[in-house]
């Protein structure tokens, strides 16, 4: 796979971890307030509904895109389901970030411009 940065290409660093679908997941506003809910701790599904004035199936929904993304897990107790965040996802979700380090700014002329 190739990175683009400018007129050159370069190969990108093959992961270990991916956290594209981690960041598709948090870009849904309502996704992402959920997250921050259960950054605070575990939560049953009826604590979530009611924190979000939303109905049972669509926090349900949003809670499925999360777990997919390996941000949450769950945990059955009896008719309850209660999620939290998954710390060692979130923790590779974290190192991943952290190693992208952007360049500074550089102005590069396109090569199709004035040339139209």
Sequence with gaps: MLKETGN???PRTPRAYDPVPALKA???PLR???FE???DG?????DLVEAMDASQP???????????ARLIRDRHDATWVYYSVDLKNWKEFQGAMGSVQPSPA???PCPTEGGL
């Design 8 to 10: 050159s290409a370069r």
């Design 26 to 28: 948090l870009g849904h």
């Design 32 to 34: 992402f307030s959920l």
């Design 37 to 39: 809910l259960l950054a």
């Design 42 to 46: 575990e939560k049953c599904v009826c």
């Design 58 to 68: 669509l926090v349900s929904h949003h809670l499925s895109v999360l777990k997919k």
């Design 106 to 108: 550089i102005s590069v």
